[in-house]
């Protein structure tokens, strides 16, 4: 265990024993008004946003487990990626990070249980260490939330609430979920169980998953063009050399050596997809009649190859990266498990990553804890995460990720009609970035922060308010380091003139202190095939935001729209230069004004016949963003998404419940200059459920489900290699989800 570890597990187990101490002094309390309050307690549960009890101003959608469930995304953006105003930015079918009005890596927050995940996935080839299925609820939110969690929050909020941590002891002594499912496309089988239970005083929680998918299956060729690099044949005729260049390969092939064959373009297959991953958690609460006190750890192991990424041929396999030797598994190990995945799909020598994450959690909720505040909630999160990019038995690739945080939010009692919440955050995080090329960049940022939240209701007007200062110092180890200081400020309002009616407006400025890989970073990151510098100068990014919505709802008929546009100062992005590195171009971070304006617009009409049992919905949706750069050498910002429009219908008959979905995704030809436009594509999705009345269990069902069944040829711009990596082709899943 390094020195860092031990820092890391000191802290928390110094927090653990000091909130344990707090705890006991509370149950110990004989104060008779607090214990009839006991029934509050469930009332501390972490939200999204600790006024989203009531109206928001900001735009919120909210997902609950069995929509979660019904969803055959295995990476958090995919399952989200029908939201309106969401997409995935995908990097393989692991990898999917959640875009939020055209905003995502560093802009959008992913939590869990109100506290950072603390992976990298701000990269485009980096998976969210979050595993969906877990989720018993998911909280978007759209639009800066600075306020509350800080830098990371300008672009929206998703808030993954598991339960890791109970803040209740369960009704029945256990309870749980479980899913089983497999597809074709992969041949893919994924299983994970979901455990409550508790007696007395004290809750439990258990939850363990698994997972095997081989190389996905496409309509065509990975490649757009994906004879361009093959140095096989001059391919003068791209139209008709198909037949004549398999018949020269298979004369060929011997000829060839492994390097070539490896090249060879492959039809109906996405080469290097393959992903094997496991993970699960165990925690525990003292629930006592004023609040409750847990802890709980979470470990993952998760693999997965890099589609899209080419082959990096070393001069010196037996070479090691500078700095990681004694920190990281050797090469013979790394070798041993690259055996294991070529059974799985894996390219021989293709580049793939080997991720691990322990992360325990602590949470805290005290009702009454202080005269004039109704309730506490604090938290400790300390994470360890590395993830080694590996290649032909060794690493030629690291990220490294160690943290902790911790935060503390009270909510006031009603003063003069405002009711009030007050905030503390505070952490550390060492970054660690490096590859074969160069020695490991390591940085430490240091932030804490201050913020205060305030609600008021009149007659047919709800208003919110809020600030926030977050002070943050960021050292690259070598004498180096940068202080920010950023401010933020929101004000909102909710009209409601009828029942039916709310409009919503909101205006917030937010600054985000940037990261220790935009500052410090130089090195080579073969999975994006660019050499990545940072830029020591970077200011704060500032953004002035405003939003505004409507949402109606009147009998079986519903509407909402979503208008904003948000205007950066010193948006801080990656452009590509004409420099080299060892073959890689040079992606350098830089600033400039950036603005993003766009909406979205849905209906639902949903319908209900008591004398058949036939109930149903149908629903529409649209959505769009526009970007514009400052940048003489650009006019947008690359992978802004495309416009979309979604159609969707649902009916339930007594057991039985089917959806019928289609999306089409519009062209997108406003493009950065090293980026190809991409062709608009439609997709239709059908899913079937049956339910099954099953002796103990509450909620036994059978799906099936087919996707893309038009097996069309779907490229994501928001993907960094859709040109090299398109979308999975026609599909078809089934399972089982169960309850108890």
């Not at 939590?111 to 998976?127: I, K, P």
């Not at 018993?136 to 600075?146: F, N, Q, Y």
């Not at 209906?603 to 016949?609: A, I, K, N, R, T």
């Not at 099954?692 to 036994?700: E, M, V």
Request: glycine share 10%.
């Amino acid at each position: 265990m390094n020195i860092h570890s031990q820092k890391l597990l000191g802290t928390s187990f110094l927090y653990a024993v000091s909130m344990l101490a707090f705890v006991g002094a509370v149950s110990a309390d004989d104060n008779p008004a607090a214990s009839d309050a006991a029934g509050s307690v469930e009332d501390l549960v972490v939200q999204a946003h600790p006024l989203s009890d009531g109206d928001l101003a900001q735009s919120v959608e909210v997902m609950d487990a069995e929509a979660i469930a019904r969803t055959s995304g295995i990476s958090l953006g995919d399952v989200l990626s029908e939201i309106r105003g969401v997409r995935s930015a995908s990097f393989g079918p692991k990898v999917g990070q959640p875009v939020i009005n055209g905003l995502s890596g560093t802009r959008v927050l992913v939590t869990e249980n109100g506290q950072e995940t603390f992976d990298v996935s701000y990269s485009a080839d980096h998976c969210n260490t979050v595993e969906p299925f877990l989720a018993d609820r998911i909280e978007v939110l759209k639009g800066a939330s600075t306020l509350l969690y800080g830098s990371g929050a300008m672009g929206g909020v998703v808030e993954v609430q598991t339960n890791r941590v109970p803040t209740t002891v369960p009704d029945k002594t256990i309870t749980g979920r479980g899913l089983v499912r497999g597809n074709d496309a992969s041949n893919g089988i994924y299983g994970g169980l979901h455990l409550d239970g508790g007696m007395g005083n004290f809750a439990w929680h258990l939850d363990g998953y698994a997972s095997d998918h081989r190389d996905v299956s496409i309509p065509g060729y990975a490649s757009l063009d994906p004879f361009a690099e093959d140095d096989h044949d001059d391919h003068d005729d791209h139209e008709d050399h198909d037949d004549e260049h398999e018949h020269e390969h298979e004369e060929d092939e011997h000829e060839h050596d492994d390097e070539h064959a490896d090249e060879m373009p492959v039809k109906g297959r996405l080469a290097n997809s393959y992903a094997e991953y496991k993970g699960g958690s165990v925690g525990g609460s003292f629930v006592f009649d004023r609040g409750h006190f847990g802890v709980s750890v979470a470990t993952r192991d998760w693999q997965y190859g890099i589609p899209g990424a080419h082959h990096h041929h070393h001069e010196d396999e037996h070479e090691h990266m500078d700095g990681h030797d004694d920190d990281h598994e050797g090469e013979h190990e790394h070798e041993d498990e690259h055996d294991e995945h070529d059974e799985h799909g894996a390219e021989e020598g293709s580049p793939w990553i080997d991720l691990q994450q322990t992360r325990v959690q602590s949470r805290l909720g005290i009702y009454d804890p202080l005269p004039g505040f109704r309730a506490l909630e604090a938290s400790l999160t300390v994470s360890e995460y590395d993830h080694g990019e590996i290649e032909g038995g060794r690493e030629i690739g690291y990220f490294g990720n160690d943290a902790w945080e911790g935060r503390i939010v009270l909510d006031g009692e009603e003063m003069q009609g405002w009711q009030p919440s007050l905030g503390l955050q505070f952490g550390v995080i060492e970054l660690g970035l490096g590859s074969s090329e160069a020695s490991a960049d390591t940085s430490e940022s240091q932030h804490v922060a201050a913020f205060a939240l305030a609600e008021k209701h009149y007659d047919t007007v709800e208003v919110e308010t809020g600030a926030r200062i977050e002070s943050t110092d960021i050292d690259d180890g070598e004498g180096v380091s940068r202080d920010y200081l950023a401010t933020s400020f929101s004000l909102g309002a909710v009209f409601t003139p009828q029942e039916s009616l709310r409009i919503r407006l909101l205006t917030d400025y937010a600054m985000r202190a940037p990261r220790g890989n935009e500052l410090f970073s130089e090195f080579a990151h073969l999975a994006t095939q660019g050499f990545e510098v940072g830029n020591v100068n970077l200011d704060e990014e500032e953004a002035f935001n405003l939003s505004a919505g409507i949402d109606y709802e009147r009998g079986p008929l519903s509407f909402s729209a979503n208008l904003y546009r948000y205007a950066f100062d010193n948006y801080i992005y990656q452009r590509e230069t004409e420099d080299e590195v060892g073959g890689l171009d040079v992606i350098e971070w830089a600033q400039n004004e950036a603005t993003f304006t766009g909406g979205d617009i849905g209906v639902e009409y949903s319908f209900s016949q008591a004398s058949t049992g036939v109930s149903g919905a149908v629903s529409l949706g649209f959505d769009m963003v526009r970007t514009d750069l400052d940048d003489p050498r650009e006019d947008h910002l690359p992978r802004t998404p495309a416009n979309r429009a979604l159609l969707a219908g649902e009916i339930s008959w007594r057991s039985l419940w089917a959806r019928l979905a289609y999306t089409h995704v519009f062209e997108q030809d406003e493009t950065a200059s090293y980026e190809t436009p991409t062709a608009s594509y439609d997709n239709v999705d059908l899913q079937v459920d049956y339910r099954i009345d099953f002796a103990g269990l509450n909620d036994l069902t059978l799906f099936l489900a087919g996707r893309n069944l038009t097996d069309e040829e779907q490229r994501n711009h928001v993907s960094f290699v859709k040109d090299e990596v398109p979308l999975p082709g026609r599909r078809v899943e089934a399972g089982v989800r169960f309850r108890f």
